[in-house]
């Protein structure tokens, strides 16, 4: 790593990034770079920052010239790879991870970088290699266990169960580890169909997740039914910019709905690029919504009346890629949440609603670990409120948008795929063929947590996976069912 004083530009402008203050730490940072004849640190710091500030293709230029260089050190390459990847520069993320695993060999969190942008390609086997060299480096390295875990269906010959389960008995693990082995062993034994060990492993993983999580349920309650009321039934008139919104595609739903596998089925279509799960869109509201700011206006008021021409051409400098594709596709599960500002904003743009039953939605969300995202999936009370409050949001935006959502239900899209996918693609405008169903053919990079299942030809032994469970989620049953959502037979 590069030796930095206390007092060097890059560790201030590092300082000032963090505190909001990006023009000024611009200045330093490009100070920290001038005149450098080797790749350092500063130069992903540089990078991030130009990101930051709207200015994409300055930041990739930047890199493309770093990486030319020769590194200072591993992390050089790895900060250099993490940009590119936000950028939707995977190839080069991944050469540049591989590079930094190249030049310190012993530094296990290298090779759980490189086994994460291999997974995202679909090598799954030297994803795994990678993993295994994470952890044979060190055994504490709790990351790659789980991203191991999650590459492939385990078999009784092939797993990592008795390793998973002596780890998990040793009084002293933290609570992070607790974490990502619990959730790595309830999935193998789940693919073992030990179902009721690997509800053990998932609960006692979700709780303690949950434990450390400052989070309330009623605060996300509140802030649903203001959306709903910051957009109100009938939607007022859209107001056109003469911008061809009709290319941007919006697939939302919570998040293990299904919106992964109809992003892969669409993007197998001609003409088709996916942005992935960014947030290009609350980004241009954000900033639209703070140029409309009113005195004691909250922030769903300010976002009810952003320009939406404004918001428009924001969404459209962050969206578009300049390389000609037809259409753009944005996969961010969340952006259920804008559906009434995207309509505003774009009022061409096509808005696919992924829906999956109930009790299987809650389950697939609880069994999985997510970053800082959905705090709500880690407990059975918190579970049930929140996709109330979810489910009356859908709705409103049924009433108030019509016949402008296009909703798709998970169960139709793997029992029936080509004429689920089909529809979908006839309401956005797209030239169908049935080879896009193939979605193992698909190589574009994913880096969702259906990562390693996107690899897999379309199945459907999902649908109905908590009646496996149904003893263990009477509590998620009966909150459910005390808030109306409608529930399946058996439930």
């Not at 500063?42 to 994409?56: D, E, F, N, P, S």
């Not at 086997?125 to 191991?148: N, P, T, V, W």
């Not at 051409?313 to 390389?323: E, I, K, M, Q, W």
Request: aromatic share 8%; proline share 5%; hydrophobic share 45%.
């Amino acid at each position: 790593m590069l030796s930095m004083t206390p007092t060097a530009p890059d560790i201030e402008a590092f300082r000032l990034m963090r505190a909001g203050r990006l023009p000024e730490a611009l200045v330093l940072a490009e100070r920290a770079v001038a005149g450098k004849s080797m790749c350092t640190c500063a130069h992903g710091l540089l990078a991030t920052i130009l990101v930051g500030l709207g200015r994409a293709p300055e930041a990739d230029a930047l890199i493309e010239h770093a990486a030319g260089l020769e590194p200072a050190g591993a992390d050089a390459c790895d900060a250099l790879a993490y940009v590119s990847m936000n950028l939707g520069h995977h190839t080069r993320a991944n050469a540049l991870y591989r590079r930094a695993a190249q030049l310190a060999p012993d530094t296990p969190r290298h090779w759980y970088n490189l086994a994460s942008s291999e997974r995202s390609f679909g090598r799954l086997a030297q994803a795994e290699a990678a993993c295994d060299r994470a952890i044979a480096l060190d055994e504490h390295e709790y990351r790659s266990y789980l991203l191991r875990s999650e590459l492939k269906v385990q078999t009784p010959g092939a797993n990592h169960v008795a390793e998973l389960r002596a780890r998990l008995c040793r009084a002293e693990l933290a609570d992070a580890a607790r974490v990502s082995l619990g959730y790595a062993l309830g999935k193998e034994l789940d693919d073992l169909q030990q179902f009721d060990e690997a509800f053990h492993w998932f609960s006692q993983a979700a709780r303690t997740r949950r434990r450390h999580l400052q989070y309330e349920v009623g605060v996300d309650e509140r802030k649903l039914r203001r959306i709903a009321a910051a957009f109100p039934q009938p939607a007022p008139a859209c107001r056109a910019d003469g911008r061809d919104s009709g290319r941007f595609i919006f697939i939302v739903g919570l998040p293990r709905s299904g919106t992964t596998l109809l992003e892969r089925i669409l993007t197998n279509l001609p003409g088709v690029r996916s942005n992935g799960e960014t947030d290009n869109f609350a980004r241009a509201l954000l900033g639209a919504s703070a140029a409309q700011s009113a005195p004691g206006a909250d922030v769903f008021e300010r976002a009810a009346a952003a320009d939406p021409a404004a918001v428009a051409a924001h969404y459209a400098r962050l969206a578009a890629s300049g390389r000609g594709e037809d259409f753009v596709l944005e996969k961010l599960p969340m952006n259920y949440l804008y559906l009434g500002a995207i309509h505003r904003a774009l009022p061409q743009a096509k808005l696919l609603l992924v829906s999956r039953t109930a009790l299987d939605s809650c389950f697939a969300m609880y069994r999985t670990l997510f970053g800082a995202a959905y705090p709500f999936s880690y407990d059975f009370e918190d579970l049930s409120r929140y996709y109330a409050g979810y489910a009356r949001l859908a709705a409103h935006w049924r009433a108030t948008l019509g016949e402008s959502v296009h909703e798709v239900q998970y169960e139709a899209l793997v029992s029936a795929p080509l004429a689920t996918a089909a529809a979908a693609a006839r309401f956005c405008g797209l030239d169908w063929s049935d080879g896009a169903v193939a979605v193992e053919n698909n190589s574009a990079v994913s880096l969702t947590a259906s990562a390693s299942q996107a690899r897999r030809p379309i199945y459907g032994t999902s649908s109905g996976r908590w009646r496996h469970y149904r003893t263990h989620l009477v509590p998620l049953i009966e909150g459910l069912r005390s808030r109306r959502v409608p529930l399946p037979d058996g439930a």
